[in-house]
């Protein structure tokens, strides 16, 4: 099952990829933070790896991803893999999604 909230895609996958790790940001337990306002895309609970630009987490418990500007969403117990959003835009090309 795919889920967005904001400019995030997010899916469960496998397993953890290989040689992901911890960053200051994921220590936070931050998947992204907006763009447009600085809001944060916060896990209440579970580990955030990141590999390559890619962002993952996993979670032995029952999560939940808040955000102010969004309803909160609420995982079960896996390993999910975090697509931050891009568009086209004519004048700029493939960009981010601001959210």
């Given at each position: 099952?795919?889920?967005?909230?904001?400019?995030?895609?997010?899916?469960?996958?496998?397993?953890?990829?290989?040689?992901?790790?911890?960053?200051?940001?994921?220590?936070?337990?931050?998947?992204?933070?907006?763009?447009?306002?600085?809001?944060?895309?916060?896990?209440?609970?579970?580990?955030?790896?990141?590999?390559?630009?890619?962002?993952?987490?996993?979670?032995?418990?029952?999560?939940i991803?808040?955000?102010?500007?969004?309803?909160?969403?609420?995982?079960?117990?896996?390993?999910?893999?975090?697509?931050?959003?891009?568009?086209?835009s004519?004048?700029?090309?493939?960009?981010?999604?601001?959210?």
């Amino acid at each position: 099952m795919q889920v967005r909230q904001g400019d995030l895609l997010i899916e469960p996958i496998s397993m953890m990829p290989k040689g992901a790790k911890q960053t200051e940001k994921t220590k936070l337990r931050i998947l992204a933070y907006g763009e447009v306002t600085g809001h944060a895309h916060r896990l209440s609970a579970g580990t955030i790896l990141e590999l390559g630009g890619e962002t993952f987490f996993s979670t032995d418990v029952e999560t939940i991803l808040s955000h102010d500007e969004h309803g909160p969403i609420t995982f079960t117990p896996g390993v999910y893999k975090v697509t931050h959003q891009k568009e086209y835009s004519p004048d700029y090309g493939v960009i981010p999604v601001a959210d």
